[in-house]
């Protein structure tokens, strides 16, 4: 038996964070008991910005942060912020008007600390040494549209 199969194409993403412990150089407005400095970002695999087909992306910060919905309307869409803890941050990605594709929400766990597992460590280091490196929690997914529009199927297949 024949099938008709619908048209869907896949675009490739790369989201999620990187983070620092700040030494003693801190940004002048932040407070005092923020010991990282932490970016969150949406890209494309290769570090494209993805404006193609995004339009704004909202990053939805835990309720300690002063105005916790930060909306990102252009490329580079990432957020860089200083704080102390980790938390779910809502990722809401818009994607463009001629899409007329609903916006997708997901969670990105922001990640400020390495996993201290002995068996992986290499070698005995200490959790200053561990800690004064980056740490990044990145991930690799893909969006999948179906039956895009003719216009927007233009744009998926020009890249
Ligand atoms: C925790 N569940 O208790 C987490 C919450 C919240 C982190 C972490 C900045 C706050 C601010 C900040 O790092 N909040 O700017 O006042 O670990």
Redesign the pocket.
């Known amino acids: 038996v024949k099938r008709i199969k619908t048209l869907s194409v896949a675009r490739p993403i790369l989201y999620g964070n990187t983070a620092k412990k700040m030494g003693d150089v801190k940004p002048p407005n932040a ?1 005092v008991e ?1 010991s990282h400095m932490w970016t969150i970002f949406v890209k494309g695999p290769n570090g494209e910005d993805l404006s193609d087909i995004i339009k704004s992306v909202t990053f939805k910060l ?1 309720e ?2 002063p105005t916790p919905t930060r909306v990102v309307e252009a490329p580079p869409f990432e957020l860089t912020e200083t ?5 779910e941050i809502n990722v809401k990605i818009h994607f463009s008007d001629v899409a007329g594709e609903k916006p997708i929400s997901f969670y990105h766990h922001l990640r400020l600390h390495k996993y201290h597992n002995s068996s992986a460590a290499n070698g005995v280091k200490s959790e200053g040494d561990l800690e004064s490196t980056q740490v990044e929690a990145t991930y690799y997914d893909e969006v999948v549209f179906n039956e895009p529009n003719e216009d927007f199927f233009k744009i998926l297949m020009s890249k």
Request: cysteine-free; charged content about 10%; hydrophobic content about 20%.
């Open positions: 407070p923020h835990h300690t942060y704080g102390w803890g980790e938390f």
